[in-house]
């Protein structure tokens, strides 16, 4: 169209020239022969001019015809490139998010390896220490024993001197202490992670309860709550998940699950309508943590809800 309009003022001026050579004054003379032939022949010059002109704006409009068809194609090619591009950035997010959740899984059972590790070498330091304990008990038993008496230079007799068990002055054997009725922590935490990668969610909760209840400042009471919070998130119960999260985050703000448990507990609020809440929890997870792998399924998770990761206000809406 830009050359069409570049054309129109030549043709314009054509037309109008012509105009003023054909009704241009005759002489007084006119209408001999000669006058007539003259007339004729700039006649004939204007019918000339007039197809060239024509053969001109033909040829110039097949140019620009031909541009416009080149224009239209290479308009088609890149539209279907961009829905190709499009397609192929579809396809490579789909791809990173499955790595990035496969990542997650895997560094949560990472971190329960260490959970499981830090577990048993506690208890193999309690150990230790209850033998170091029975062995100063030992030696200073021993010690007593081998003291000598007031006067008389013999031993002091010990516990089971005279008739090998120390009674209570009728004979009756003394009485044992009752044993801890609490559950063993290592055991039973690791029963808990079993049942739970099994589907024995009841079974799982049971004993993460256990742990929970009997020793609540140990860390693995932190695991434990985290799994509690994993077990009512699947069940949709959102509202004890995220009691169960924030246990975790509050008490246990160290542990290793505390990313997790921050990542589920937005999670969580989002399915709970609580959006405000949802996404405050996504941001404070990338700023307190942000090369954790939970981390990146947060920064997703906002882009796909077309939200920005950085909040311009830092207030902490109501959960």
């Given at each position: 169209?830009?050359?069409?309009?570049?054309?129109?003022?030549?043709?314009?001026?054509?037309?109008?020239?012509?105009?003023?050579?054909?009704?241009?004054?005759?002489?007084?003379?006119?209408?001999?022969?000669?006058?007539?032939?003259?007339?004729?022949?700039?006649?004939?010059?204007?019918?000339?001019?007039?197809?060239?002109?024509?053969?001109?704006?033909?040829?110039?409009?097949?140019?620009?015809?031909?541009?416009?068809?080149?224009?239209?194609?290479?308009?088609?090619?890149?539209?279907?490139?961009?829905?190709?591009?499009?397609?192929?950035?579809?396809?490579?997010?789909?791809?990173?998010?499955?790595?990035?959740?496969?990542?997650?899984?895997?560094?949560?059972?990472?971190?329960?390896?260490?959970?499981?590790?830090?577990?048993?070498?506690?208890?193999?330091?309690?150990?230790?220490?209850?033998?170091?304990?029975?062995?100063?008990?030992?030696?200073?038993?021993?010690?007593?024993?081998?003291?000598?008496?007031?006067?008389?230079?013999?031993?002091?007799?010990?516990?089971?001197?005279?008739?090998?068990?120390?009674?209570?002055?009728?004979?009756?054997?003394?009485?044992?202490?009752?044993?801890?009725?609490?559950?063993?922590?290592?055991?039973?935490?690791?029963?808990?992670?079993?049942?739970?990668?099994?589907?024995?969610?009841?079974?799982?909760?049971?004993?993460?309860?256990?742990?929970?209840?009997?020793?609540?400042?140990?860390?693995?009471?932190?695991?434990?709550?985290?799994?509690?919070?994993?077990?009512?998130?699947?069940?949709?119960?959102?509202?004890?998940?995220?009691?169960?999260?924030?246990?975790?985050?509050?008490?246990?703000?160290?542990?290793?699950?505390?990313?997790?448990?921050?990542?589920?507990?937005?999670?969580?609020?989002?399915?709970?309508?609580?959006?405000?809440?949802?996404?405050?929890?996504?941001?404070?997870?990338?700023?307190?943590?942000?090369?954790?792998?939970e981390a990146m399924q947060a920064r997703s998770k906002l882009n796909g809800m077309g939200v920005r990761i950085t909040a311009t206000a830092p207030t902490r809406p109501t959960e």
């Open positions: 169209m830009k050359r069409l309009n570049t054309i129109r003022p030549y043709v314009t001026a054509a037309l109008i020239g012509a105009a003023l050579f054909v009704f241009a004054p005759v002489p007084s003379y006119a209408g001999t022969k000669e006058d007539l032939q003259a007339l004729k022949d700039r006649v004939d010059q204007l019918v000339d001019m007039m197809q060239r002109l024509q053969s001109t704006v033909d040829s110039k409009m097949g140019v620009l015809q031909h541009l416009t068809e080149q224009t239209a194609d290479n308009s088609n090619r890149v539209a279907a490139a961009m829905d190709d591009l499009q397609r192929k950035l579809a396809t490579q997010n789909e791809a990173l998010s499955g790595k990035v959740d496969t990542a997650a899984g895997q560094m949560q059972s990472v971190n329960d390896s260490i959970d499981e590790v830090k577990a048993r070498l506690a208890k193999l330091d309690r150990s230790i220490q209850d033998l170091q304990t029975q062995i100063q008990n030992t030696q200073q038993q021993q010690q007593q024993q081998t003291a000598p008496s007031g006067g008389g230079g013999a031993p002091a007799p010990g516990p089971g001197a005279g008739g090998g068990m120390a009674n209570n002055g009728g004979g009756a054997p003394a009485a044992v202490p009752a044993a801890n009725p609490a559950p063993p922590l290592q055991e039973t935490y690791q029963a808990g992670v079993r049942d739970y990668n099994s589907g024995k969610y009841q079974v799982a909760q049971s004993e993460f309860q256990d742990v929970v209840n009997y020793y609540p400042q140990d860390d693995m009471a932190g695991g434990a709550q985290f799994y509690l919070g994993e077990i009512a998130y699947k069940g949709q119960d959102y509202a004890n998940a995220v009691k169960a999260y924030n246990a975790v985050l509050e008490t246990f703000p160290n542990s290793s699950k505390a990313p997790a448990a921050q990542l589920h507990k937005g999670y969580a609020l989002l399915l709970m309508n609580k959006k405000d809440a949802g996404v405050h929890e996504l941001r404070a997870l990338i700023q307190k943590h942000p090369d954790k792998p």
